[in-house]
């Protein structure tokens, strides 16, 4: 086992896949999220774009550099969850096969460095509760913050035989396309971080308790909210937060 737990993908047909629905222009610069050994850089580099590629595990840089011995390609040895946007040279699009285990941390920071693009393989369970009504628990804190962002789509499986070695849960190919939206992250996150900490009560009386003047909302709760209604709530609590300062 990998000092970091990495399953490595090892399949031609996703990365195949993969690369066609990021589909980079030769002028474009893409960031590699957990390169390892360059497996799937290798194709993306081969399009011709310009590729930034964050490693944690500086164990890998020697195979990488085997494996991937192309001049557009610049390998980084940093933690991605400690990138600035500075560093990214203007970059918008960004793919990789995520730790199952920052998952969460890495879409957060995805959209904190202003993405407009990202294809992922992530776990299938993580998956489901990137979409709306596709997690059996319906919306989540995660749910909201993904859809309120990105529009996501989830592509195709990626069985486990994809893996070296083989991961203990099934995973997905999932397309994430940036919305036009202007929210502040930091504030936005704390706003519904405190909103889903109570997803099954009612939404009228969780207001209540965040001090957020709201008459609307009969009988539905917390974890049925769509995005709509989620920004015209967040709206009125920037208002009766600003109004009490």
Not at 111 to 119: A, H, K, S, T, V
Request: aromatic share 10%; net charge positive.
């Amino acid at each position: 086992m990998r000092p970091y737990g990495q399953h490595f993908l090892r399949c031609d047909e996703i990365a195949f896949e993969l690369v066609k629905r990021l589909n980079p222009r030769r002028e474009d610069v893409v960031v590699e999220i957990g390169c390892g050994t360059g497996f799937l850089t290798r194709f993306v580099a081969q399009t011709g774009c310009r590729v930034l590629c964050y490693e944690i595990d500086e164990s890998l840089s020697l195979e990488f550099a085997k494996n991937v011995p192309h001049e557009n390609v610049e390998l980084r040895i940093k933690d991605f969850l400690k990138v600035t946007r500075e560093e990214l040279q203007g970059a918008e699009l960004c793919y990789g096969s995520i730790p199952y285990q920052i998952s969460s941390r890495i879409v957060r920071k995805a959209i904190e460095l202003g993405f407009q693009r990202c294809i992922f393989i992530v776990q299938e369970e993580f998956a489901e509760k990137m979409i709306w009504g596709r997690e059996k628990h319906r919306g989540t804190f995660m749910t909201a913050l993904c859809q309120t962002f990105f529009d996501v789509s989830i592509l195709r499986r990626v069985p486990r035989r994809c893996f070296e070695p083989p991961p203990k849960v099934d995973s997905v190919l999932v397309e994430m396309v940036r919305k036009n939206v202007a929210v502040d992250l930091d504030s936005y996150e704390r706003f519904l971080r405190e909103l889903f900490s109570r997803p099954n009560r009612n939404v009228k009386s969780v207001l209540r308790e965040m001090n957020i003047d709201c008459d609307d909302f009969e009988n539905v709760r917390v974890r049925d909210l769509r995005i709509e209604q989620l920004m015209n709530i967040y709206s009125r609590w920037l208002h009766d937060k600003r109004r009490t300062v």
